[in-house]
């Protein structure tokens, strides 16, 4: 018996790996857009829409301003932590914006928005109705801050090579993320154990602190006793 064995066509393969590849991009990489009206006032409170990032990553910050008379948007990027650095600060801002920064420290990174109500064009009051502009931002963190059009274009990479250059930073940001949780978990565990030491030495003392306490009581009482005669 004679087994004919078929070889599917190169292409079709290629095909197959270019698509599991983008399933794969589409499932692995979160969407940090969101569009939302943002309220003018003379005093604005800022809106900040906070992302989580590590120590070095790359934190690319696309802002589309919409259109809106007697409005000025300001923009600043800063992280959650003690110090609050601040990593850029714009007035002003208008139209479609592009911001690349990289985070210095392990905390959030926020993006805060302040829409501050200017005066009319005579220096006169705006009139009281609300304004508002919209903003449509996009915030990409690591691996999806990352010019990948660039890149083939600059080293001549095909298609499914490309998608692979896009999967591989993926991985690497995957495996930066289970080290740093690695990290996080045995920093836990010490400090876990360093409570668990202090609790018991704790107990001790309390305990040592009782019989000190119980056998002073008897001596105090029996030497209280023998000065009132009531005991030998």
Request: with cysteine; hydrophobic share 40%; aromatic share 8%.
């Amino acid at each position: 018996m004679t087994t004919l064995l078929r070889r599917r066509p190169l292409g079709s393969s290629r095909l197959s790996i270019l698509w599991l590849a983008t399933v794969l991009l589409l499932l692995c990489q979160p969407s940090h857009a969101i569009k939302f009206a943002l309220q003018a006032a003379r005093f604005p409170a800022p809106k900040c829409i906070w992302n989580a990032a590590h120590p070095g990553e790359l934190v690319i910050v696309t802002a589309n301003i919409g259109p809106g008379d007697h409005q000025r948007v300001d923009i600043e990027i800063l992280d959650s932590g003690p110090q609050r650095n601040v990593y850029l600060s714009k007035k002003n801002i208008s139209g479609e914006k592009r911001f690349a920064v990289t985070s210095h420290s392990e905390e959030d990174v926020g993006v805060c928005f302040r829409n501050y109500l200017d005066p009319g064009k005579q220096g006169g009051p705006v009139e009281a109705k609300p304004r508002s502009r919209v903003i449509d931002l996009d915030i990409d963190i690591g691996a999806d801050a990352v010019d990948y059009n660039a890149i083939a274009n600059q080293e001549s990479l095909s298609g499914l090579e490309t998608e692979m250059r896009k999967l591989e930073g993926v991985v690497k940001e995957i495996v930066d993320e289970m080290d740093y949780l690695k990290t996080r978990e045995e920093r836990f565990q010490l400090t876990n154990m360093s409570t668990n030491i202090r609790v018991q030495n704790f107990a001790w003392f309390t305990l040592f602190s009782l019989v000190a306490l119980g056998l002073w009581q008897i001596f105090h009482l029996r030497a209280f006793f023998k000065r009132k005669y009531l005991i030998d």
